[in-house]
């Protein structure tokens, strides 16, 4: 193994993403996939990518981050060993946080803002609540704020983690609950949130694992529902 491994970042793959729109994480972790122990690839982004690090650690990556300007990271990531990606820690967790590419329309620094903001949320190596209840307690303010997308992203990803249906079962009954049954019956039950959820139960009966019902759930309220994402999308030009 090399040891010295930061002396070879010339030769490793660069991917410059600073000028590529909409959900470029997959293909980022597809990318990473391919990479060989002993390779490395770099990642070219107007603000530091600091979402990827937790992903790539779990796939066997380190990495090494240099800042060329304000607006132009160097994030080199060397693969160690051949790691997994297991919804279970939270390596490939679904729905990434997509959002935070709207802030670079706004400015580098809008979007360097948001990441740290996220990271100090999301990304506590030591915080005192477990992830999947930090994303029901989400979800659930998230309801109550009538932010049903939001919602539905929470309970995708709490559930990638290990929430059980028993657990979503008693939540939904909560909502009906603190929201009203009129509320609940004319804003929740159509919403993209119960459909995912009943989704999650039908196919737990069918027999399937979890990441098999992860994967079946992501078809339907994945990045290309437009109830679920958070992907801003211009209008397409006519012909």
Request: net charge negative; charged share 50%.
């Given at each position: 193994m090399k040891t010295e491994w930061k002396e070879e970042i010339r030769s490793f793959k660069v991917l410059d993403v600073r000028k590529l729109e909409g959900n470029i994480l997959p293909m980022i972790l597809h990318q990473a996939e391919s990479v060989e122990v002993g390779e490395g690839i770099t990642i070219i982004q107007s603000f530091e990518p600091k979402p990827l690090y937790a992903s790539l650690e779990k796939m066997g990556f380190t990495h090494h981050l240099e800042k060329v300007s304000p607006s132009e990271y160097h994030a080199s990531f060397f693969r160690m060993e051949k790691g997994g990606r297991l919804y279970q820690e939270g390596s490939d967790m679904p729905l990434k946080p997509t959002a935070l590419l709207n802030y670079k329309a706004i400015s580098d620094e809008m979007a360097e803002t948001a990441v740290n903001f996220w990271q100090m949320i999301w990304d506590r190596k030591e915080g005192a609540l477990p992830q999947r209840m930090k994303l029901l307690l989400s979800m659930s303010n998230a309801v109550g704020a009538g932010r049903l997308r939001q919602a539905t992203r929470e309970l995708i990803k709490s559930y990638a983690l290990g929430t059980s249906v028993a657990e979503l079962d008693e939540i939904f009954e909560l909502f009906a609950w603190n929201q009203g049954i009129g509320h609940f019956s004319s804003e929740i039950g159509p919403s993209p949130l119960f459909s995912a959820y009943r989704l999650i139960k039908?196919?737990?009966?069918?027999?399937?694992?979890?990441?098999?019902?992860?994967?079946?759930?992501?078809?339907?309220?994945?990045e290309a529902n437009p109830g679920v994402s958070t992907l801003s999308r211009l209008p397409r030009k006519d012909p």
């Open positions: 039908e196919k737990e009966k069918e027999g399937l694992s979890r990441e098999e019902v992860v994967q079946a759930v992501m078809e339907k309220f994945g």
